[in-house]
């Protein structure tokens, strides 16, 4: 993924980073750590639990810039997470349109 992608393009860019680094693991990854981390699939939730606190707490203080900043870690982590448990962002799109 670079500074070209397209904004609409991010999300499924992101996912399939995630899915090739999932599937590579690169020592220099930070995704890598999460896919081998020895708490196993707890510590990405033990993140994303961190990630929501944090989206929260910027919420409650009114910061715009880092309710931004934590809102695209906690979707970071949601991704990681979607992709250990082998689902998709298509499955994510597909529900959320059911809901239309
Ligand atoms: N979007 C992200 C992304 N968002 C958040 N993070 C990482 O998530 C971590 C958030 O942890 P914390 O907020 O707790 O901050 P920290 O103090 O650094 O965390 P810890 O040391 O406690 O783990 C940071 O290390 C961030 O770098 C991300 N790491 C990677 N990506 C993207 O994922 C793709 C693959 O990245 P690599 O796997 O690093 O190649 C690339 O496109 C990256 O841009």
Request: no cysteine.
């Amino acid at each position: 993924m670079d500074a070209d992608t397209p904004t609409d393009e991010v999300l499924d860019e992101l996912f399939a980073t995630i899915e090739s680094r999932k599937a590579d693991l690169p020592e220099d990854s930070y995704t890598t750590t999460l896919f081998t981390h020895e708490k196993g699939e707890n510590y990405v939730l033990e993140k994303l639990g961190e990630e929501t606190t944090e989206t929260i707490l910027a919420a409650k203080d009114d910061d715009r810039e880092e309710l931004r900043y934590e809102s695209a870690d906690l979707v970071y982590h949601l991704l990681v997470l979607l992709s250990m448990k082998d689902a998709s962002l298509d499955d994510l799109r597909e529900e959320l349109k059911t809901r239309f």
